[in-house]
């Protein structure tokens, strides 16, 4: 099992920066692939970003490429993610998710069905 806890949310103005965290307990995820995904009131959740075991290999959904950064500490069982540039549209509540099936994968997964673990979520919300 895997306990996913996110931290680092909050209210923030436009065109300002926040940094989230995904801290793992339960087993190590080191060897799983990591994502973020947010949800927006009356919208559907959305991939964000997601990252290899290894951390060599991201990918990030086309709304926040350019602006926000995945990264780990595999050390730390925890991962990150670094928002810039913040925008309205970017609010809503960010999930923490482990792709365990991914262990040691290349490939990074981009869709909600193949992470089986997941956090309570951290609401970001983006003033104008």
């Known amino acids: 099992q895997v306990h996913l806890v996110e931290s680092g949310g909050g209210l923030v103005q436009a065109g300002g920066s926040l940094r989230l965290s995904c801290a793992a307990s339960g087993r190590t995820i080191s060897d799983s692939a990591m994502g973020w995904f947010r949800q927006a009131p009356g919208k559907e959740r959305e991939f964000v970003t997601g990252i290899t075991w290894s951390g060599d290999s991201t990918d990030y959904g086309d709304p926040v490429k350019g602006r926000f950064t995945i990264s780990r500490d595999n050390g730390k069982n925890t991962v990150y993610l670094q928002m810039n540039e913040l925008k309205p549209e970017d609010t809503g509540v960010y999930y923490c998710?482990?792709?365990?099936?991914?262990?040691?994968?290349?490939?990074?997964?981009?869709?909600?069905?193949?992470?089986?673990?997941w956090g309570q979520g951290t609401q970001v919300t983006v003033s104008s």
């Open positions: 998710a482990a792709a365990t099936a991914f262990r040691g994968s290349y490939i990074t997964p981009t869709r909600g069905y193949e992470y089986d673990y």
